[in-house]
């Protein structure tokens, strides 16, 4: 066996340009479709961690702050009206000056004085529909969540 040595030659180097994701150009796509499908998960996710945070709960309070300027048969008759909606609980009178025990920093009404009616609302009632409805309501100035829920209503003067 007279045959010469065996030689090694390297291996052919691909030609320049041809890297894995040359030779697959939809992989580059998946890529780019996957991260942004992740981003707008994590944003969405993110928004409606934020809204159930912030959102306050379905048996929440709704302030019905009264326009100071109303006259006192007015002021009366909302009170009449909330007692007799089907979806409110519990109907507490929060004068001007215990009003602002119920919201933790900045007062949503300004720098009035008003008084208002703090609802409870039964289980179940839409505090929304309630909300848009009060809202219409002649003397009402305006309507808002309750900010400081940990306060029990009815322990004082309770209508």
């Not at 994590?42 to 379905?58: C, D, E, I, N, S």
Request: proline residues 13%; hydrophobic residues 40%.
């Amino acid at each position: 066996m007279n045959q010469p040595p065996y030689q090694q030659y390297p291996a052919p180097m691909p030609p320049p340009g041809n890297g894995p994701l040359r030779k697959r150009p939809g992989l580059l796509a998946v890529i780019i479709v996957a991260a942004c499908l992740g981003v707008g998960l994590v944003g969405v996710a993110g928004y409606l961690v934020v809204r159930a945070v912030t959102k306050p709960a379905h048996n929440a309070v709704t302030a019905v702050i009264l326009q100071p300027t109303a006259p006192q048969p007015t002021k009366d008759a909302i009170k009449q009206r909330l007692v007799a909606m089907p979806q409110a609980d519990t109907v507490y009178y929060a004068s001007p000056d215990e009003l602002p025990e119920w919201f933790l920093g900045k007062r949503p009404w300004g720098d009035t004085h008003p008084d208002a009616y703090l609802v409870k609302l039964k289980p179940g009632a839409d505090p929304d529909v309630m909300q848009a409805s009060l809202r219409t309501w002649p003397g009402v100035y305006m309507v808002t969540y309750v900010t400081v829920t940990d306060q029990t209503i009815g322990t004082g003067d309770s209508e």
